[in-house]
């Protein structure tokens, strides 16, 4: 079930992160969940959803990190 706008993401997702993450968010579960389309026939691992939640919440962390303020930030650059 890929997303076609921030407004269809998960709660958990728009409510945490700013709207650039939710943006990046949303393109790496569309791109995991077209990635993994045969991953729902193998048993015993992660379904194809939980696996693109997965990939999406990673890429988030590359560039985004949950501050001391509970709110997630811009990684600095070095």
Do not use: C
């Amino acid at each position: 079930m890929p997303y076609k706008s921030r407004t269809d993401l998960p709660d958990n997702v728009r409510n945490v992160l700013p709207p650039h993450a939710q943006d990046i968010y949303k393109e790496a579960f569309n791109s995991a969940w077209d990635e993994y389309k045969d991953k729902e026939d193998r048993r015993g691992d992660d379904s194809r959803e939980e696996t693109a939640h997965k990939v999406a919440w990673s890429a988030v962390k590359h560039d985004y990190q949950k501050g001391d303020d509970d709110h997630w930030h811009p990684k600095k650059k070095h």
